[in-house]
């Protein structure tokens, strides 16, 4: 069995003081050698009998894959004479990777690719003006620059201008 160890790494500048809770699951466009089908949405949990590939908006079969590790980092940037702390939402997953022949589409490259590039990441983050808990999302189809703003207080919790999040390959 070959299995492919990614991790997906999302960085942002939070209002300080927000708490933040990414969430247990992550949605990632895999090649899906089941399906045989590429793109398709999986939806991974970190008890991998949970995990699913969702053929259809109605229908979803098991898959093979599972988050290994979620953590929040900060970072401390020095720029000029102040510092920047960032934070860093980082999922480590595994998952059965099989190369097969996309057979859908005759024309673009429809050789199968274990990396994926597109991935939602959903996280909890608490106003740090009026503690409103609210849920927030990221995805690399987001229309950037991005202001998140206080679904309560309108305050500014963060402003997203890179595409996020990132794929790394672990070997
Ligand atoms: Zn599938
Ligand atoms: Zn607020």
Redesign the pocket.
């Known amino acids: 069995m070959m299995n492919t160890d990614i991790q997906i790494k999302a960085i942002f500048k939070f209002r300080q003081g927000s708490i933040v809770m990414p969430a247990p699951s992550i949605e990632v466009s895999l090649d ?1 050698f ?2 045989k ?1 590429c793109n ?1 949405t999986v939806v991974l949990k970190k008890d991998k009998n949970n995990s699913f ?1 969702t ?1 259809t908006f109605y229908t979803r ?1 098991p ?1 093979n894959g599972c988050i290994k590790k979620i953590r929040v980092n900060e970072i401390k940037v020095k720029k000029f004479f102040s510092i920047k702390i960032l934070t860093e939402i980082i999922y480590d997953i595994t998952y059965e990777y099989r190369e097969f022949i996309d057979k859908r589409n005759k024309y673009a490259d429809n050789n199968s690719n274990p990396l994926p590039n597109w991935a939602r990441i959903y996280f909890n983050i608490t106003c740090p003006k009026c503690h409103y808990e609210q849920r927030k999302f990221t995805q690399n189809n987001l229309h950037i620059p991005f202001t998140a703003v206080c679904d309560k207080c309108s305050c500014k919790l963060y402003k997203q201008t890179d595409k996020l999040p990132v794929f790394e390959m672990k070997n």
């Open positions: 899906c089941m399906c089908k398709r590939c053929t079969h898959f």
